[in-house]
């Protein structure tokens, strides 16, 4: 695991922004990662990758975060986060959040997958609220995060989205997150140089409060964001509750 930089917030909380090239399971056996933040792409994506280890550490059917995953990214219209915490008493890992991404349906309203620049408002908004819903309802200090974009399409504008989302959700003071890890795949040293900037500018931006539903169902928890040129969350179609 490579430092990238240190995140001081302005209570003066310092949070350790790390790369990872290697795989969940290894970061939660070190006490490196205890919440998993991945795309809904499963297939060979960080998600599927990291499928069966999750299961088994959260104590959940690798079949039902497949399920929800397979939900989130093709017949879900608004931009919905599928919190799923562990029901293994004393594991590591307290929870994963699935979020949706450049492959899911919700973000053709936003721009065009694979050929334009990301979309900056989608992934801030996804990454705080993912931060957030981690620290706060999950308890998790040490957080992982894989790219929100397509497999072999991971760009530098998604990383500073993440560590922005990541330096506003600290400067707020809410829960302390103690390290923040990119973890492999798509993700290249190169991607993540912009974040160190990220001390030096954090008194430029500001955080805007993002609007939320939350419907907690058997086993798992939607959160819906309301982001602007979405689909309203009392449209989308529940998945079926495990």
Same mark, same amino acid.
């Given at each position: 695991?490579?430092?990238i930089s240190v995140?001081?917030s302005r209570?003066?909380?310092?949070?350790?922004i790390?790369?990872?090239?290697?795989?969940?399971?290894?970061?939660?056996?070190e006490?490196?990662?205890?919440?998993y933040?991945v795309?809904c792409? &499963?297939?060979?994506?960080p998600?599927g990758?990291?499928?069966?280890?999750?299961?088994g550490?959260?104590?959940i059917? &690798?079949g039902?975060?497949?399920d929800?995953?397979?939900?989130n990214r093709?017949a879900?219209?608004c931009?919905?986060?599928?919190?799923i915490?562990?029901?293994?008493?004393?594991s590591?890992?307290?929870?994963?959040i699935?979020?949706?991404?450049?492959?899911s349906?919700?973000?053709?309203?936003?721009?065009?997958p694979?050929f334009?620049r990301?979309?900056?408002?989608f992934y801030?908004?996804?990454?705080y609220?993912?931060?957030?819903?981690?620290?706060?309802?999950?308890?998790?200090r040490?957080?992982?995060?894989s790219?929100l974009?397509?497999s072999?399409?991971?760009?530098?504008?998604v990383?500073?989205?993440?560590a922005?989302?990541?330096? %506003?959700?600290? &400067?707020?003071?809410?829960?302390?997150?103690?390290?923040?890890?990119f973890?492999?795949?798509?993700?290249?040293r190169? %991607?993540?140089?912009?974040?160190?900037?990220?001390?030096?500018?954090?008194?430029l931006?500001? %955080?805007?409060?993002?609007?939320?539903?939350?419907?907690a169902?058997?086993? %798992?928890t939607?959160?819906?964001?309301d982001?602007?040129n979405r689909?309203?969350?009392?449209?989308?179609v529940q998945p079926?509750?495990?």
């Open positions: 695991m490579e430092l995140l001081q209570s003066g909380a310092r949070t350790s790390h790369f990872d090239g290697g795989r969940l399971q290894t970061m939660v056996q006490a490196s990662a205890d919440a933040i795309s792409e &499963d297939g060979l994506s998600l990758m990291n499928k069966a280890f999750a299961s550490a959260l104590g059917d &690798d039902t975060i497949g929800l995953a397979y939900w093709y879900n219209d931009v919905t986060l599928v919190s915490p562990s029901r293994s008493e004393g590591p890992l307290r929870g994963l699935i979020c949706p991404s450049e492959m349906k919700c973000y053709r309203r936003f721009a065009e694979f334009g990301p979309h900056r408002d801030y908004s996804v990454t609220a993912a931060i957030e819903h981690a620290a706060e309802a999950l308890g998790a040490r957080l992982a995060i790219h974009t397509a072999g399409n991971f760009h530098e504008d990383a500073t989205c993440n922005e989302a990541l330096a %506003h959700y600290c &400067d707020s003071g809410a829960s302390p997150i103690e390290s923040f890890t973890l492999g795949c798509c993700i290249g190169v %991607h993540l140089m912009e974040i160190k900037r990220l001390n030096a500018e954090g008194a931006t500001t %955080h805007r409060p993002i609007k939320k539903e939350v419907e169902l058997p086993g %798992h939607l959160i819906h964001l982001i602007g689909a309203s969350p009392a449209d989308a079926m509750a495990n």
